[in-house]
């Protein structure tokens, strides 16, 4: 992966035109395609390093293409979407998008946005990188993968984040704005239901019982904690 393929779905020229350009300036390889269902056809047969993603596409609108992506793939994506597309940018956030950027943007944003996921994503190693074992779970940091009795679980990029943030710090109790400016950072754009949304999602995939969590635990009226 020295040239990742960054995939860029945007049906505005002008705009794609731009995007492309300056990932291509920072070092990416980039595919350009300006329609829903032509990008649900690409990525069915091709792997992208990251999806940069317009929500207002003809024929395939981009929060289905995230719909779609999340359930067969952790590849980040970032939406671009308009002002007044609130609603769809909190619902593609809690679908599994990793970050957006808000029309109109400067090129360099969304470059230093894309540099950003994959630090994310990527587990380049480092002191905190070191894997986190529990009677029942291993969580590792360079893999990414959630091991729970030999069998490996699948998160996204957001939810691993957020459960390696929580058991990192084993019964401390965070409320949702600690969490989103932790493990998102960008607390004040996102709506806090967001967490909500996502510490369900682990809970069913790493829950044997996610009505009765045994790992992720609520604490009534406060937040949420990483119970080992
Ligand atoms: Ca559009």
Redesign the pocket.
């Known amino acids: 992966m020295d040239n990742p393929t960054i995939l860029v779905v ?3 020229p002008s ?1 794609a035109e731009v995007v492309s350009l300056y990932l291509q300036r920072s070092g990416y390889a980039v595919t350009v395609l300006n329609d829903g269902a032509a990008a649900l056809e690409w990525l069915s047969a091709h792997k992208a390093s990251l999806v940069v993603l ?5 024929n395939v609108d ?1 929060l289905e293409i995230t719909r779609w992506l999340r359930s067969h793939s952790d590849t980040p994506i970032i939406m ?1 979407t ?1 002002r007044r597309e609130e609603t769809d940018r909190i619902l593609g956030l809690e679908m599994g998008a990793d970050d957006y950027v808000v029309k109109p943007f400067s090129p360099r944003e969304l470059v230093s946005r894309v540099r950003a996921v994959p630090r994310r994503t990527g587990g380049s190693g480092g002191v905190e990188e070191k894997r986190l074992s529990f009677e029942d779970m291993t969580i590792d940091p360079i893999t990414r993968l959630v091991v729970i009795q030999d069998e490996e679980i699948t998160l996204t990029a957001r939810e691993f984040d957020l459960l390696w943030w929580m058991a990192r710090h084993p019964r401390q109790v965070f409320n949702r704005d600690q969490l989103l400016d932790q493990v998102w950072g960008i607390s004040e754009y996102i709506d806090p239901s967001t967490v909500t949304v996502h510490i369900r999602r682990l809970r069913e995939k790493l829950e044997s019982d996610p009505s009765n969590p045994r790992h992720i635990q609520t604490v009534w009226g406060v937040g949420y904690k990483f119970e080992p």
């Open positions: 945007e049906d505005e705009i317009d929500l207002m596409l003809p981009g671009l308009a």
